[in-house]
């Protein structure tokens, strides 16, 4: 089963609320991701979590605020988000801690929009 | 640095025909490894294959084959007898370890519409 679960499917959010992207994995996978994907672009990598650590922040802004509660779960805090901060939100999850090359699984991503 | 290079921003083609996606990589590591992913309109992106860089053989899975040269440093994939369901986005990655530092990067994509 390489099943990664993403909610909500669907978000519609204004600039001032908090909200958050919850995403959860049951393989036993070490290492957990976000990945931002405008329309018609490449998934770009946002957080990476190794061992319930994050060891990876593409310098992303403090808007997005990543956590990860236990092994299985990773959420995506967001406060005071700009429009422009609409897009398909992905998590992956894989085997191995960061710093590996293994193969990252994908749930179905939540489709954000910012008015 | 890393690059994955995908030229064919859209590809159209006539079910059951053919069809070859390429992909093209730079990197200086000596052990990398690639990817092919696929992303229907749902969104998820589904893996496909892993190859890692001293693993030149060319791999079969049913309609999918994939031809990787370290050469001309390409990791083509061909579907054969094409379908309307294989219509997606389709993703060429590299990751790599340089320097303790990791990357995953994503070629930029191409659209495959198969058409009835």
């Known amino acids: 089963d390489t099943e990664v679960t993403q909610t909500p499917k669907h978000l519609v959010m204004g600039m001032t609320n908090k909200k958050s992207l919850k995403c959860e994995q049951h393989?036993?996978?070490?290492?957990m991701y976000w990945y931002k994907q405008k329309a018609k672009k490449p998934p770009e990598l946002m957080f990476v979590?190794?061992?319930?650590?994050?060891?990876i922040n593409e310098s992303v802004p403090s808007r997005f605020s990543p956590e990860c509660p236990n092994s299985s779960l990773l959420n995506l805090h967001l406060h005071a988000l700009q429009p422009e901060d609409s897009a398909l939100y992905l998590c992956?999850?894989?085997?191995?801690?960061?710093?590996?090359?293994?193969?990252?699984?994908f749930g179905p991503g939540t489709r954000l929009t910012v008015l | 640095a890393q690059k994955v290079t995908q030229a064919q921003t859209e590809i159209s083609v006539v079910e059951k025909e053919d069809v070859t996606l390429d992909c093209v990589y730079e990197?200086?590591?000596?052990?990398?490894?690639l990817f092919w992913y696929k992303q229907p309109p749902s969104g998820e992106l589904v893996f496909l294959i892993r190859?890692?860089?001293?693993?030149?053989q060319n791999e079969i899975s049913g309609r999918y084959s994939w031809n990787f040269q370290k050469s001309t440093s390409s990791f083509n994939f061909t579907i054969t007898a094409s379908q309307v369901v294989d219509s997606a986005v389709y993703f060429c990655a590299l990751s790599a370890i340089t320097s303790g530092t990791y990357k995953y990067i994503f070629g930029t994509g191409t659209r495959l519409k198969v058409l009835a």
């Open positions: 990197t200086r590591d000596t052990t990398y490894y």
């Open positions: 393989m036993g996978h070490r290492a």
């Open positions: 979590y190794s061992y319930e650590k994050l060891s």
């Open positions: 992956a999850s894989s085997q191995e801690g960061s710093g590996s090359t293994d193969t990252q699984y």
């Open positions: 190859r890692n860089s001293f693993d030149e």
